[in-house]
């Protein structure tokens, strides 16, 4: 029986449906006869029922066909060209990815290599992707086995684990194909054997959140008693920048507080040092040393503050009911007490020192 094809000659049915029964000639020819006989109508469950070749089977041997044919057009070893027509379709098949000059490369290469179907789709694969870029990385070819080394080169460097570092590496050196992957895969090898880089240790960086931490820095006028026009020679500090810096060369002393607000508000801050036999207000609380911060820019009385006054030469500190009928130096913003020492002799456990 002769049946034909649009466009196409005559094919005899019976003898590519007996040359397939029978297995003559090789599965190139039965791939192309598979080709031959669905385009003529037959569908591949037909071909199956009267030839044994399953539909899957068909297909493989068709493609397979068809990329043997491609890569010969561009020319193959004899020795490659011989071994694909008796067998290997599943592993051409898998080249049907490529273009038709890659297709050859990498079927001379399959065959030197001795690579089967499962490594015949991780080559194509490999190089197909190889095939993107826009040129071969350093050291590397544009060859089929130069892609898959190049490929594992890739797994390495995003590999943590040295046991599977050194597997990737050896894996890639199998498919290497220059000299240059060879290189590039062997200088891994080299890393991973060579003492660990030290890495630079982290910095001490710490960030200011509150204004309490940032310093509030004022002047030492002296300690009590003390002459009122010793007020007036302390000169007035301006603090700038982000972390208050303060550039003057006045040589009576300075004294730094948190940043209270009480402080931060002060805008002509001045301190003086006493104690309770010379310092001119009632304390009940028995410092050893006390510190008294006053305002220079606060003059204007009022009944809620303390303020500062010359008595006979001499800065006095005290509170009127009434506005008082001579100059205010300046208001009392703060007096500071030293830290409470802790007794030698007291309970060292937090609990007990609460309780």
């Given at each position: ?30 791939g ?15 071909i ?5 070749f ?20 561009i ?11 008796r ?7 898998e ?16 065959y ?5 179907s ?11 992707e ?38 990737l590496?050896a ?17 891994l ?26 310093p ?12 009122s ?11 700038t ?40 207000l009632k304390i009940?609380h ?13 003059t ?22 009434d ?7 300046a208001?009392?913003?703060l ?21």
């Open positions: 029986m002769t049946e034909s094809t649009d466009n196409q000659t005559p094919i005899d049915t019976a003898a590519l449906l007996l040359m397939l029964r029978r297995k003559e000639s090789n599965w190139v020819e039965w192309k006869a598979c080709q031959k006989l669905q385009k003529s109508g037959l569908n591949p469950q037909e199956f029922e009267a030839t044994g399953e539909p899957i089977q068909q297909n493989q041997i068709i493609v397979g066909s068809q990329v043997f044919d491609s890569m010969m057009s020319g193959v070893a004899a020795a490659t060209q011989t071994h694909y027509q067998q290997g379709s599943d592993s051409l098949y080249l049907r990815i490529l273009s038709q000059a890659d297709r050859a490369a990498t079927a001379d290469y399959l030197n290599r001795n690579i089967d499962e490594g015949s789709k991780e080559v194509a694969k490999a190089f197909k190889f095939s993107y870029l826009p040129q071969p990385p350093t050291g590397f070819t544009h060859h089929p086995g130069d892609a898959v080394a190049y490929q594992y080169w890739r797994y390495v460097k995003q590999q943590l684990d040295l046991t599977e570092k050194t597997r590496i894996r890639g050196l199998m498919f290497a194909h220059s000299q240059g992957a060879r290189s590039q895969l062997e200088k090898l080299m890393e991973l054997s060579a003492p660990a880089k030290r890495t630079a240790p982290a910095l001490p960086i710490y960030r200011l959140e509150t204004d309490e931490e940032l509030r820095t004022i002047p030492l006028a002296g300690t009590f008693p003390i002459d026009n010793t007020l007036a020679d302390v000169p007035k500090i301006a603090a920048g982000s972390f208050q810096i303060i550039k003057h060369n006045w040589a009576g002393g300075w004294v730094t507080f948190p940043g209270w607000g009480v402080l931060c508000k002060a805008e002509d801050p001045v301190a003086i040092i006493g104690d309770l036999e010379n310092l001119p009940s028995q410092a050893p040393e006390t510190i008294v911060v006053l305002d220079r820019s606060v204007e009385w009022d009944e809620f503050n303390y303020f500062a006054i010359d008595r006979d030469g001499k800065l006095a500190i005290e509170w009127f009911d506005a008082p009928n001579i100059p205010i130096l208001k009392l913003v007096v500071i007490h030293p830290k409470r020492p802790i007794d030698p002799d007291t309970p060292k456990d937090l609990w007990e020192l609460e309780d």
